[in-house]
């Protein structure tokens, strides 16, 4: 396993005056070698002409947010961080890997959630490169690493929990983003962490279900959705016919028996809980007859 080493270039500027003030010197000196016939100052100066030029390129820049991974003969050496004008040997290659902040949208993935429901679920993932080594020399294509690894765990995510809960305090892909956000982030990141990758941010950016099941599930939804304001409408409307029992009986407005009570709790109920206005009814006999 590679890990990063951090190295310093020799400043540029001050390493390009001095190849270029060599070539001149070895020039001139070439030319009196070759003027007084002395075929080992020639082949010395040449030598260090050579030298000179092939010294140039050890010239590198280095921009903002940019790191390049110096390799000699196929070894390793550091990685050039800094931004700047800067000289290193010659004979190293050199790698050039963007520490900027990216992104990856994957695309619309089709899985099944927890209960078996296929679903279509999206993340977008806000990602960067810390350690240049490890994402050049652990894994083949780090940026291709990203986007496999990214979809791998949100399909284990989304095969992971609900697309809505079904009791309290229960996790859901629809109902709990801030929650599936961090695992999701939390998953992405073990995945990434041996390629020198650090996941900044992930979260899901599109959810649904599948279309061939999506009008059943809407149904359903709209079922729960009566069913809960029914329950709410149900349970205010005891309140209130407690409350209006409890205040005739407190403030002896009227007496009334079981039988009353139960006709006017019956009543309430209907004008409290019904979806339309009712219709007031005179009642010209009596509960008794």
């Known amino acids: 396993m590679f890990q990063q080493k951090i190295v310093r270039g020799l400043p540029g500027w001050a390493a390009l005056f001095v190849l270029l003030a060599l070539a001149v010197v070895s020039i001139y000196r070439l030319i009196l070698a070759a003027r007084t016939g002395s075929p080992w100052g020639v082949a010395f100066w040449v030598i260090v002409e050579v030298i000179a030029w092939v010294g140039v390129g050890g010239l590198t820049v280095v921009n903002p947010n940019e790191a390049r991974a110096l390799l000699l003969f196929g070894r390793y050496k550091g990685t050039l961080q800094e931004a700047g004008f800067w000289w290193v040997n010659p004979l190293t290659s050199r790698r050039k890997v963007s520490l900027k902040v990216r992104n990856f949208e994957s695309g619309k993935l089709k899985v099944n959630d927890l209960d078996g429901n296929p679903i279509e679920i999206a993340a977008v993932v806000v990602w960067r490169v810390v350690d240049t080594a490890e994402a050049l020399f652990n894994v083949d ?149």
């Open 141 to 289: 294509d780090y940026e291709q690493f990203v986007h496999v690894q990214s979809e791998a765990a949100v399909r284990n995510l989304a095969s992971s929990y609900p697309y809505d809960a079904h009791e309290p305090g229960q996790i859901s892909l629809r109902m709990s983003a801030g929650e599936i956000s961090e695992r999701l982030k939390h998953e992405i990141q073990e995945r990434l962490s041996k390629a020198g990758i650090e996941v900044i941010e992930a979260r899901i950016s599109h959810l649904a279900y599948a279309p061939e099941i999506a009008n059943a599930m809407l149904r359903r939804q709209q079922a729960s959705a009566v069913i809960a304001a029914r329950q709410k409408i149900v349970e205010g409307a005891v309140g209130m016919v407690e409350m209006a029992l409890d205040l005739l009986n407190r403030h002896k407005v009227v007496e009334l028996d079981e039988e009353r009570k139960a006709a006017m709790v019956s009543n309430l109920l209907v004008v409290l809980c019904g979806e339309q206005s009712t219709q007031p009814v005179v009642n010209t006999g009596t509960l008794y007859q």
